[in-house]
């Protein structure tokens, strides 16, 4: 028999999960089961994950399954909608921090987010043409022609997605001499897009071939997939920060401080994008999503103006004592909540329903909880896609501003060695109630290193 659900806020479906953290493992999935409606054999594969016969089928060579903890980042209010967002990650801090990011944005309303039409680019490369000027307009003129060979996906097109548009590139001077690049627009609705970019691009490359009298070289996604980005935003009344030791005043000018010299040194930017995908790479691997591809897309674009920088930007807003941080996050987000290992991967399957994002294309439904400001971008994709990128850009900026904020006043060691102590403890062979209680002691000793937790283990008889 199911035992009686914890509840851990007023609201029933809030997903400020007050005190979730300290609770056992099995009551943390038994509050996650009740808030996402998921049956008993999707609250299994929380745990189960993949067979072996499915990775085996899965990818080449296959020996086994690698597994990571799946950790809940709790506390979103995005668009006025609640979340509990799946985290697959190995680094012990990075759901905590975002869970503690997305309250201080709680405390301004939540973030507001927005994205853009889910449109990908198919680029061809065309080399040998011999006036490329002259084959530009040509490949302009046959246009309808191209993207009507371009439509390569009856289903695409259906759903109202399918190529959109094209634009011609010169690139006039590369070692292999000068090429023209044409680019196709393809709207990929709900699909990652990868696949209908790719088939698109092999379909029409004969055609241009024809129309400009050169040599198609690459048919193939770019992964810069800059018209199809996702942004959060977040306004926070400095209060939200007065701790023991700073007035949130002080917090939040240390924050912008921040933020300028990430915006104007590469070597810090890296640093701080770094801590950006600490996030996002854990929500896209939950949902079975390509966070290579958003990862090579975002930082190219985060160099888009010849230099890297910040993909966040904090600034402080407002007159002196009724201060409000603002912070920011936009970036490419070809994210996908159908096709590949989304469907075909039972947790992420799970991870998708967990988000609400489970009920197939475009329906515009969405279980985020409703809050209480509602609002959404009027330019958004509506559907799951565009849902789950704009999920992913509110977690990126939460885990930016915990990781800012710690970095602005008491450093990040101080919390990093507690859960770091943890980890310690279990290499030395704690288990269960054990790992608190090694931990917990190696950090009042200030000595976080293995052969102490083996001592501490072995003086308790383990
Ligand atoms: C650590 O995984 C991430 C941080 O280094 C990010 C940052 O410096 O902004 C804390």
Redesign the pocket.
Known sequence: MRRPVIILNKERHSSRLEGFYRRGLNDRVEILADWAELSAAETALLAESIGAEQADAMIENAVGRFALPLGIGANFLINGRNYLVPMAVE?P??VA?VSFGALLARAGGGFSAGSTQPVMIAQIQLLDVRDPSKAEKEILAASEQILACAETSPSLTRLGGGPQGLEVRHLPDTPAGPMLVVHILIDCRDAMGANAANTAAEAVAPLLERVTGGRAGLRILSNLSDRRRAWAEVKIPASAFDGDEYPGRDVVHQIAE?SAF?YADPY?AA??????F?GVDAVLLATGNDWRAVEAGAHAWAARDGQYRALTSWRVQGAAGSELLHGRLEMPLAVGTVGGATRSHPSARVALKILGLDSGVNDGGDRGRPGSRGGEVALSYKGAAGKLSKIVAAVGLA??LA??R??ATTG?QKG?MRLHARQVAVSAGAQGKAVGVIAGTLVSEGNIRVERARELLRSTGN
């Open positions: 680094e801090s990075v921090a921040a990430a810090r640093t701080h994008n770094k801590g950006i600490n885990q930016n990781a800012l710690a970095l990040i990093h």
